[in-house]
Nanobody
């Protein structure tokens, strides 16, 4: 079964940090570009992406300088390290890729930034 499973979300105070993980299974993770998107009630927002070998990385302006995307192809896992979190980062975070011409994403993990 093709699957993405996110973890690592939670409640954190402003200025705090979290590291999200996304475990992939059922497909050859190492040849796929991967990304993180988030949704906070309105439409989904693209956050970051990384190509298959990790050599090309992009961030949205809203997270640049605070978030770091990475991957471990040997562990079939994608990461998102989030530093200096702000209340506006509160959202459900999903890892995603295009698999068989369709968007594949996990069930998401909730990140809440609040004092």
């Amino acid at each position: 079964e093709v699957q993405l499973v996110e973890s690592g979300g939670g409640l954190v105070q402003p200025g705090g940090s979290l590291r999200l993980s996304c475990k992939a299974s059922g497909f050859t993770f190492g040849i796929y570009d991967m990304g993180w998107i988030r949704q906070a009630g309105k439409g989904p927002e693209w956050v970051s992406e990384i190509n298959s070998d990790g050599g090309n990385i992009k961030y949205s302006d809203s997270v640049k300088g605070r978030f770091t995307i990475s991957r471990d192809n040997a562990k079939n896992t994608l990461y998102l390290l989030m530093n200096n979190l702000k209340p506006e980062d509160t959202a459900v975070y999903y890892c995603a890729t295009i698999h068989d011409h369709e968007l594949l994403r996990g069930q998401g993990t909730q990140v809440t930034v609040s004092s």
